[in-house]
């Protein structure tokens, strides 16, 4: 019998030990987490609206973090900041009015006119008014999946660096995916 209350007492201890240092090792583990804007492309990388919401904000990648700005709503064709849907002044992904190679994608408040009418289709997700056209226009990254890239239009190639899956409020780019 005494023996069974010293090894009850030794799984006790080992127990209470095991459980203190769980913690010390997740906190020194999670201090070796390199910083969001440092971490490769190895994990998918999302459209993001900065934390900037007045017109002419350039639309970026950056890596999925959950962030507010990394978050939209698709409403009757609108791409909408979630953090601003809603709002006195919703923000939306804006094609300006150039339908060039390159052309910048920025936010513009919602006022739904042809800069803002987006089509998703086959994981492209292209302006509205060029879907009849020779040249539909699709958002782009290039080849770059680094943080800060600009977003873009470029004729629709059915290309990686224009598939996007759109999922819990994220778009992401497909090539990013694991």
Same mark, same amino acid.
């Given at each position: ?8 007492? /030794? ?6 030990? &095991? ?7 997740? &906190? ?9 804007? +440092? ?29 507010? %700005?990394?978050?939209? @709503?698709?409403?009757? /064709?609108?791409?909408? @900041? ?19 190679? /390159?052309?910048? @994608?920025?936010?513009?408040?919602c006022?739904? %006119? +042809? ?9 492209? =997700?292209?302006i ?5 056209? &020779? ?6 990254? /290039? ?21 996007? @899956? =759109? ?5 992401k ?6």
């Amino acid at each position: 019998m005494l023996l069974a209350r010293h090894l009850l007492a /030794g799984v006790a201890v080992a127990v209470v030990s &095991a459980s203190t240092v769980l913690p010390a090792a997740a &906190a020194t583990a999670a201090a070796h987490l390199p910083a969001p804007d +440092t971490l490769t492309h190895d994990a998918p990388v999302c459209l993001d609206a900065t934390k900037s919401r007045t017109n002419g904000t350039k639309v970026q990648l950056w890596q999925c973090v959950g962030n507010a %700005n990394q978050r939209f @709503v698709i409403d009757n /064709g609108l791409i909408k @900041v979630e953090d601003t849907a809603g709002t006195a002044t919703p923000m939306c992904l804006d094609a300006t009015k150039s339908r060039t190679n /390159g052309a910048q @994608v920025q936010l513009w408040q919602c006022v739904s %006119n +042809t800069n803002q009418l987006w089509v998703i289709r086959r994981g492209e =997700i292209v302006i509205k008014d060029t879907i009849d056209t &020779a040249s539909p226009m699709c958002l782009d990254v /290039g080849n770059s999946r680094a943080n800060g890239t600009k977003v873009r239009l470029w004729k629709c190639m059915n290309n990686a660096n224009q598939k996007f @899956v =759109i999922y819990d409020g994220k778009i992401k780019l497909q090539d990013t995916l694991a």
